[in-house]
C-alpha cells in the first residue's frame, strides 16, 4: 500500500502542486478534491486499453473501414483554471 500511495502523492505534486499556487486550506482541498476527481474518473491510465479506474473498458472498433474515425470532433473542457484538461467526444 505505501508505494500505491507513494505514486499518487509524486503524480499529485507533479501534475498539481508544482504547477499551482495554492493561497490557504480551503483552496488545498478544493484544489485536491478536483485533482482527485480527475485523477479518478476521466485521467487516462496505462492499463489495458488505457481504462480509467471507474469506468469500464471501451468497446473495440471492429470495423476498420467505416468512415467512423474520419472526423473525430473532440472537445476540451478545462479543471481548476486550465490547469487540468479533459477530451471528450463530442455527440
Same mark, same amino acid.
Given at each position: 500500500?505505501?508505494?500505491?500511495?507513494? *505514486?499518487?502523492?509524486?503524480?499529485? =505534486? $507533479?501534475?498539481?502542486? &508544482? =504547477?499551482?499556487?495554492?493561497?490557504?486550506? *480551503? @483552496?488545498?482541498? @478544493?484544489?485536491?478534491?478536483?485533482?482527485?476527481?480527475?485523477?479518478?474518473?476521466? $485521467? /487516462? @491510465?496505462?492499463?489495458?486499453?488505457?481504462? *480509467? /479506474?471507474?469506468? /469500464?473498458? /471501451?468497446?473495440?472498433?471492429?470495423? @476498420? #473501414?467505416?468512415? $467512423?474515425?474520419? =472526423?473525430? &470532433?473532440? #472537445? =476540451?473542457?478545462? $479543471?481548476l483554471g486550465g490547469l487540468l484538461h479533459e477530451y471528450q467526444? +463530442? +455527440?
Open positions: 500500500m505505501n508505494s500505491i500511495m507513494e *505514486r499518487w502523492v509524486q503524480t499529485c =505534486r $507533479r501534475e498539481l502542486l &508544482d =504547477r499551482a499556487l495554492i493561497w490557504n486550506q *480551503r @483552496h488545498l482541498l @478544493h484544489a485536491l478534491g478536483e485533482f482527485e476527481q480527475f485523477y479518478n474518473a476521466h $485521467r /487516462p @491510465h496505462q492499463g489495458i486499453a488505457s481504462a *480509467r /479506474p471507474l469506468h /469500464p473498458l /471501451p468497446e473495440p472498433i471492429t470495423d @476498420h #473501414r467505416s468512415g $467512423r474515425n474520419a =472526423r473525430l &470532433d473532440i #472537445r =476540451r473542457t478545462d $479543471r467526444h +463530442a +455527440a
